[in-house]
Nanobody, 119 residues
Framework: QVQLVESGGGLVQAGGSLRLSCAASGRTFSLYTMGWFRQCPGKEREFVASISWSDGNTYYADSVKGRFTISRDNAKNTVYLQMNSLKPEDTAVYYC????????????WGQGTQVTVSS
């Protein structure tokens, strides 16, 4: 089992920045990929970014490329999402997710943190 706890959400004006953190605990030696997803009211959860735990390869949704940066600190078992040039359409609940070597699919999820971008 892997437990995930997010922090860092809040209210920011358009054009501003926020940094989300996600701390993993439990069977962290089995981590394969960690990622961020978001969900707006009435919409399905969508992929934002992911990072390989071993080699740091990153992937981004087209909507956030060039504005968001995902990074990791293996020693702290923490993944970050630096969000710059925020837009009102980035408003959502952001979820941290983790996959393990065993399944290689996102099976562990955090509780979510609200990000609100005002225009």
């Amino acid at each position: 089992q892997v437990q995930l706890v997010e922090s860092g959400g809040g209210l920011v004006q358009a054009g501003g920045s926020l940094r989300l953190s996600c701390a993993a605990s439990g069977r962290t030696f089995s981590l394969y990929t960690m990622g961020w997803f978001r969900q707006c009211p009435g919409k399905e959860r969508e992929f934002v970014a992911s990072i390989s735990w071993s080699d740091g390869n990153t992937y981004y949704a087209d909507s956030v490329k060039g504005r968001f940066t995902i990074s990791r600190d293996n020693a702290k078992n923490t993944v970050y999402l630096q969000m710059n040039s925020l837009k009102p359409e980035d408003t959502a609940v952001y979820y941290c997710a983790a996959s393990t070597i065993a399944t290689r699919r996102f099976e562990y999820w955090g509780q979510g943190t609200q990000v609100t971008v005002s225009s």
